[in-house]
């Protein structure tokens, strides 16, 4: 055995091993448990950062088979522990998480983490490791700055996904051999996509009171309908993030939702976390530009979104008429806006038809876990066994929707808005053939998981919505 073989290899487990933070992930998966533990957190600090993750383990579980590993890395460790090299896993996470992990990988030789009393970090991690390893020496693989010390007195260093200027200064003491890189892609594009900026489309809903006033030529109410528009993407993104960080052990389980940035570890959970307070600011901060009354709606908004994301999207039926009625707050928080009346009759179309597409998303998750040999939709409140029935449901809802825009086209309402009514009556057939083809897809399992998403990328679907739009301008 050579030289460096025969000295161990000390792992770091955050960031090196795994691509991601298990004090954060291990943080949400508490919240998510039980939103009140969020009072606790800094009592427990106050006792040390040691405590604080004691305390946290004592009550949350991870699952290390679903964690992401880095790839590339982990496979040199397996070669080198065939190869018979000793191998210790050294880490600032808790010794009940790093238990989990090495009984799960079953390749390291000793386990080094911290205890209710020591956080295992920096000087303390290098003591550490120099009373294991000895007068041999050691080698240490990590990828953070905070690790400086721990490289300072191994025999050679090993970067794993290095954070910004760590290569540089390993470097400059002349330990790099050897540097591991699975970052897959532009950073910016992991994050546009964890912001799910595709979704803000949903917001052009605040535009509709606007559209339907026939005030669009205002250039001033437009100016109002535009920052409305923003500060809801703003606040959706800022959800969005926080959902994902709390489902990411269901997201793991998902066939599809596993490739999620937050859930697949190709950006950092702690620059999410630093993010979701960031965009409510944004949006809040936009929201002072606009009358009161929206103000109201988007922190409602913002209220409904966080209930539903901790607790409601697990009670079922609750969570699609939860989803239905955000769509509904869009439309009234842009009345708001721009200080427009609402019609009964469009929020009565509205309720039923975001009710329909809130249960087909449901429906083809179900189906995706009926096909995965699932019997229970993870972190939902259904069975695969209520597809079925959940179809039913939201067939009657999109129908029912269709049927509301009938009995508003022969309103009087309609009439004084429209100096050709009798046009807007082709939009009955074209929802009616739309919703019917969403749900037929939807049973053959050709439907994105997501309505919106389908919408905007099918040909038909925008075909269908062009022509709506002349519909309506024709009847102008």
Not at 8 to 22: A, Y
Not at 183 to 208: C, D, E, S
Not at 242 to 247: A, G, I, K
């Amino acid at each position: 055995m050579n030289g460096t073989a025969s000295r161990p290899l000390g792992v770091d487990l955050d960031g090196t091993l795994i691509r991601t933070d298990l004090l954060v992930e291990s943080i949400f998966a508490l919240l998510k448990r039980n939103v009140l533990f969020v009072f606790l957190l800094p009592l427990w600090l106050l006792k040390g950062r040691a405590h604080l993750k004691h305390e946290i383990a004592a009550r949350v579980d991870i699952d290390a088979g679903l964690l992401p590993y880095q790839g590339d890395f982990l496979a040199y460790l397996k070669q080198a522990y065939a190869d018979g090299r000793r191998l210790i896993l050294v880490t600032a996470a808790n010794e009940r998480f790093a238990e989990a992990i090495a009984l799960h990988l079953g390749i390291f030789h000793r386990i080094v983490a911290s205890n209710a009393t020591v956080n295992l970090s920096g000087r303390r991690k290098l003591e550490r490791l120099q009373d294991l390893s000895g007068d041999g020496g050691f080698d240490y693989a990590a990828n953070a700055m905070v690790d400086l010390p721990v490289w300072e007195q191994a025999g050679e260093a090993l970067l794993v996904n290095p954070e910004p200027g760590v290569k540089a200064a390993v470097e400059r003491r002349g330990k790099v051999t050897r540097v591991f890189e699975d970052r897959t892609g532009n950073p910016l594009k992991h994050y546009l996509k964890a912001l799910r900026i595709h979704q803000w489309l949903k917001n052009l809903l605040v535009f509709v009171p606007l559209l339907l006033a026939h005030r669009f030529g205002d250039l001033v109410l437009v100016g109002q309908a535009l920052l409305a528009f923003l500060a809801f993407g703003l606040c959706a993104s800022s959800v969005y993030l926080l959902n994902d960080l709390l489902d990411l052990p269901d997201d793991r389980r998902h066939p599809t939702k596993r490739h999620r940035p937050f859930a697949a570890g190709t950006i950092s959970i702690v620059y999410g976390m630093m993010l979701i307070p960031g965009l409510l600011i944004g949006a809040f901060g936009l929201a002072l530009f606009l009358p009161i009354e929206f103000m109201g709606m988007l922190a409602f908004y913002y209220l409904i979104t966080l209930t539903y994301s901790l607790w409601l999207k697990g009670v079922a039926l609750v969570d699609v008429m939860v989803l239905a009625g955000l769509y509904v707050i869009r439309i009234i928080a842009g009345a708001a806006a721009v200080s427009v009346m609402l019609s009964f009759w469009l929020l009565a179309f509205s309720m039923f038809l975001f009710l329909s597409l809130a249960l087909v998303k449901r429906f083809t998750e179900l189906l995706t876990m009926q096909q995965q040999e699932g019997i229970a939709a993870f972190g939902r409140g259904y069975r695969t066994t209520d597809r079925e029935t959940l179809s039913q449901f939201g067939s009657t809802s999109a129908y029912s929707a269709v049927l509301v825009l009938a009995f508003y086209i022969n309103s009087e309402a309609m009439r004084d808005l429209y100096t050709h009514p009798e046009v807007i009556w082709l939009l009955c057939p074209l929802l009616l053939y739309l919703m019917t083809r969403i749900w037929l897809l939807a049973r053959r399992g050709e439907l994105d998981e997501d309505p919106v998403v389908f919408v905007i990328r099918d040909r038909y679907s925008q075909w269908l919505v062009g022509i709506g739009a002349i519909l309506l301008w024709l009847a102008v």
